[in-house]
């Protein structure tokens, strides 16, 4: 699904059964993924201080929040301390939600204007849409209207249903993963995504969003679920 980076601790020269207890008890740290593209390549579409804030500050946050609860839960672990473990969970589900999710998102967006920005005409992708829409600008009007519709925070999904092998609009809340679909395009509708730019208006914002939306990385996404 994505790739989460991580920086894996150097275990030093030792006997192979002490080198793989090492490895197996210090798991590595989650690191910040660099961007495809630079902070103002999405402009007009998305702002400049609106990515590199959200990349730098907002998605760091959750790196880092991830990284500690994941290391207080191995310190519960190795005490037995089950109680903690549990109440740490609501902190992994967040921070390690936010972590995928964002991941997910750079990934999904392409410079204003590239050619990986143009919906194709043809292959896997203009396919299923088709046959779950009826054209691409069915789906936009679908994606939109849920992901607007979000109370609070939350994320708007393009997602493949491995069971009916269809594309389906579906969304989720806070920064909770996508877990019943295969994500093939994602929206983040948290309002520190576009407020800065397009203030309360959502609709402006998931608009024009569209115009930098991956759709080369969307039909390999997919390909890879089929």
Same mark, same amino acid.
């Given at each position: 699904?994505?790739?989460?980076?991580?920086?894996?601790?150097?275990?030093?020269?030792?006997?192979?059964?002490?080198?793989?207890? %090492?490895?197996?008890?210090?798991?590595? &740290?989650?690191?910040?993924?660099?961007?495809?593209? /630079?902070?103002? $390549? =999405?402009? *007009?579409?998305?702002?400049?201080?609106?990515?590199?804030?959200?990349?730098?500050?907002?998605?760091?946050?959750?790196?880092?929040?991830?990284? %500690?609860?994941?290391?207080?839960?191995? &310190?519960?672990?190795?005490?037995?301390?089950?109680? /903690?473990?549990? $109440? =740490?969970? *609501?902190?992994?589900?967040?921070?390690?939600?936010?972590?995928?999710?964002?991941?997910?998102?750079?990934?999904?967006?392409?410079?204003?204007?590239?050619?990986?920005?143009?919906?194709?005409?043809?292959?896997?992708?203009?396919?299923?849409?088709?046959?779950?829409?009826?054209?691409?600008?069915?789906?936009?009007?679908?994606?939109?209207?849920?992901?607007?519709?979000?109370?609070?925070?939350?994320?708007?999904?393009?997602?493949?249903?491995?069971?009916?092998?269809?594309?389906?609009?579906?969304?989720?809340?806070?920064?909770?993963?996508?877990?019943?679909?295969?994500?093939?395009?994602?929206?983040?509708?948290?309002?520190?995504?576009?407020?800065?730019?397009?203030?309360?208006?959502?609709?402006?914002?998931?608009?024009?969003?569209?115009?930098?939306?991956?759709?080369?990385?969307?039909?390999?996404?997919?390909?890879?679920?089929?």
């Amino acid at each position: 699904m994505v790739a989460i980076a991580r920086i894996a601790p150097r275990v030093a020269s030792a006997p192979l059964k002490a080198r793989a207890f %090492a490895v197996m008890s210090t798991r590595g &740290k989650h690191t910040l993924p660099e961007l495809p593209y /630079a902070y103002d $390549a =999405l402009e *007009p579409s998305i702002s400049s201080e609106i990515m590199t804030l959200h990349h730098t500050k907002h998605h760091q946050t959750y790196v880092n929040g991830l990284n %500690a609860a994941e290391e207080s839960l191995q &310190k519960f672990q190795a005490s037995n301390d089950v109680k /903690a473990a549990i $109440a =740490l969970q *609501p902190a992994l589900k967040f921070n390690g939600g936010g972590h995928i999710n964002h991941s997910l998102f750079w990934k999904n967006l392409a410079p204003h204007g590239s050619a990986q920005t143009k919906f194709p005409s043809s292959g896997a992708l203009y396919d299923q849409v088709q046959a779950a829409f009826g054209g691409f600008e069915n789906l936009k009007k679908e994606v939109n209207a849920k992901t607007a519709a979000v109370q609070g925070s939350g994320w708007g999904w393009l997602g493949f249903n491995k069971g009916t092998k269809k594309l389906e609009v579906v969304t989720t809340a806070n920064q909770d993963p996508l877990l019943s679909h295969v994500p093939i395009i994602g929206i983040d509708i948290w309002e520190h995504a576009f407020y800065l730019q397009y203030k309360n208006v959502k609709p402006d914002y998931l608009n024009a969003i569209w115009d930098v939306i991956n759709f080369e990385e969307a039909e390999k996404r997919l390909k890879e679920a089929l």
